[in-house]
């Protein structure tokens, strides 16, 4: 990855929603001009929800989702729409498309989606066939009418995307008001088995191109280089990033003056609601031998030795709690719907994922009473630093 490319979480998730051969795929293909959704006129051509990053001029970078249709039968058919509603968590925006009148399937989306908080469009499809009915009272809101097939409407929709964007969505900078243009941060980096030879991990090359963005000055070392770095500079660093795992010992060494933070802090205040996580820090106090700890994981790397999130964060845990401590792993967009049984949830940073996605995970664990934290505040939590770290 190039420090110009726009990773799939930092793009608009745009989810089209529809019964089954309602022209989703087919406006796909019409708003980015090319053939990257597979259509068909046989109902339930897409299957599992279908994930394309491209360029949507004058949007900007965008991940499209195309969803099977909220309309199909069979068991079978039901996985699909368990699949299709399981995109509502990510997506930030929505297309409701329309072929013909509304029916009943359509009405209870429409409510969804008001009642997700998703910013949505009606779009009519297959306009060229002719002008569509008026809607039904009991729909609310405008519909536009557009034809994959004649381009018709096409323009005004890309115009009408722009327009419901969510105003959250143009996240301030990776790190915030702790750094400006002209400061020197430096970034602490250790190149270990979790980082692949040759390359930076994707939370690095996010906040050196932020700081770049902003002006700044980065200067880069290992956690063996620290104090050749720190020397090596004419007056302290404004700021100090570092690998979470490196928190102690990086907290010992860094100059009163300089502010400290992790990449993983960075990322859950700017994928989340850090407050929140800060407070769920405060249920490490209450752990014991009995308890039960959800490790939720953006990525599905396989595990390596030393992994943070399947090894050395349930070692700090345990030797605070006893070696009886229940630790459950989950990775990728696997996780559980009941969170009761839990006693904390300690998320990675969330790299991989958007910001909705974050925060739909941190509502339903407000919603089931549950605290969540994250990798990088609850390792500051458990090494005794968390007062010193900045956000």
Same mark, same amino acid.
């Given at each position: 990855?190039?420090?110009?490319?726009?990773?799939?979480?930092? +793009?608009?998730h745009i989810a089209l929603y529809g019964r089954r051969n309602a022209g989703k795929s087919s406006l796909i293909n019409a708003l980015t001009g090319q053939e990257i959704a597979l259509v068909s006129d046989v109902a339930g051509t897409t299957a599992?929800?279908?994930?394309?990053?491209?360029?949507?001029?004058?949007?900007? @970078?965008?991940?499209?989702?195309?969803?099977?249709?909220?309309?199909?039968?069979? @068991?079978?058919?039901?996985?699909?729409?368990?699949?299709?509603?399981?995109?509502?968590?990510?997506?930030?925006?929505?297309?409701?498309?329309?072929?013909?009148?509304?029916?009943?399937?359509?009405?209870? %989306?429409?409510?969804?989606?008001?009642?997700?908080?998703?910013?949505?469009?009606?779009?009519?499809?297959?306009?060229?066939?002719?002008?569509?009915?008026?809607?039904? *009272?009991? %729909?609310?809101?405008?519909?536009?009418? !557009?034809?994959?097939?004649?381009?018709?409407?096409?323009?005004?929709? +890309?115009?009408?995307? =722009?327009?419901?964007?969510?105003?959250?969505?143009?996240?301030?900078?990776?790190?915030?008001?702790?750094?400006?243009?002209?400061?020197?941060?430096?970034?602490?980096?250790?190149?270990?088995?979790?980082?692949?030879?040759?390359?930076?991990?994707? @939370?690095? !090359?996010?906040?050196?191109?932020?700081?770049?963005?902003?002006?700044?000055?980065?200067?880069?070392?290992?956690?063996?280089?620290?104090?050749?770095?720190?020397?090596?500079?004419?007056?302290?660093?404004?700021?100090?990033?570092?690998?979470?795992? =490196?928190?102690?010992?990086?907290?010992?060494?860094?100059?009163?003056?300089?502010?400290?933070?992790?990449?993983?802090?960075?990322?859950?205040?700017?994928?989340?609601?850090?407050?929140?996580?800060?407070?769920?820090?405060?249920?490490?106090?209450?752990?014991?031998?009995?308890?039960?700890?959800?490790?939720?994981?953006? =990525?599905?790397?396989? @595990?390596?030795?030393?992994?943070?999130?399947?090894?050395?964060?349930?070692?700090?845990?345990?030797?605070?709690?006893? *070696?009886?401590? +229940?630790?459950? !792993?989950?990775?990728?967009?696997?996780?559980? +719907?009941?969170?009761?049984?839990?006693?904390?949830?300690?998320?990675?940073?969330?790299?991989?994922?958007?910001?909705?996605?974050?925060?739909?995970?941190?509502?339903?664990?407000?919603?089931?009473?549950?605290?969540?934290?994250?990798?990088?505040?609850?390792?500051?939590?458990?090494?005794?630093?968390?007062?010193?770290?900045? %956000?």
């Open positions: 990855m190039s420090l110009m490319d726009t990773p799939k979480a930092n +793009r608009l599992d929800p279908v994930e394309k990053a491209m360029e949507l001029h004058p949007v900007g @970078p965008v991940l499209f989702i195309d969803t099977a249709g909220y309309d199909d039968e069979g @068991p079978l058919g039901a996985l699909r729409v368990a699949a299709t509603e399981g995109t509502l968590d990510r997506a930030d925006i929505a297309l409701l498309v329309l072929a013909g009148q509304p029916e009943a399937a359509d009405l209870r %989306w429409a409510r969804r989606l008001r009642q997700r908080g998703i910013p949505f469009l009606t779009v009519r499809s297959k306009a060229d066939l002719g002008p569509a009915a008026p809607l039904p *009272p009991e %729909w609310e809101g405008e519909a536009l009418s !557009v034809s994959a097939a004649t381009g018709e409407g096409i323009e005004s929709l +890309r115009r009408a995307i =722009c327009r419901i964007i969510p105003e959250e969505f143009d996240q301030p900078s990776l790190t915030g008001g702790l750094c400006a243009a002209g400061d020197t941060v430096l970034l602490v980096m250790p190149q270990d088995i979790q980082a692949p030879k040759g390359r930076l991990i994707l @939370p690095q !090359v996010q906040t050196l191109r932020d700081l770049l963005d902003k002006g700044c000055i980065p200067v880069c070392c290992t956690a063996g280089g620290l104090d050749a770095a720190l020397n090596a500079l004419t007056a302290p660093p404004k700021l100090i990033i570092t690998d979470s795992q =490196c928190f102690p010992l990086v907290a010992e060494k860094k100059p009163a003056e300089s502010l400290l933070t992790s990449f993983s802090v960075l990322m859950a205040a700017y994928k989340g609601e850090i407050g929140d996580f800060v407070r769920g820090a405060a249920a490490i106090d209450r752990l014991t031998e009995g308890s039960r700890v959800l490790i939720a994981e953006a =990525c599905t790397h396989a @595990p390596l030795t030393e992994d943070i999130g399947r090894e050395k964060i349930p070692a700090l845990l345990r030797k605070r709690t006893g *070696p009886g401590l +229940r630790v459950d !792993v989950t990775a990728g967009r696997d996780f559980p +719907r009941d969170l009761t049984g839990y006693d904390l949830i300690i998320h990675c940073g969330g790299c991989m994922f958007n910001r909705r996605y974050i925060l739909s995970r941190q509502a339903e664990a407000a919603a089931q009473g549950v605290p969540m934290t994250n990798y990088g505040i609850a390792i500051a939590k458990l090494t005794g630093i968390l007062p010193q770290v900045a %956000w």
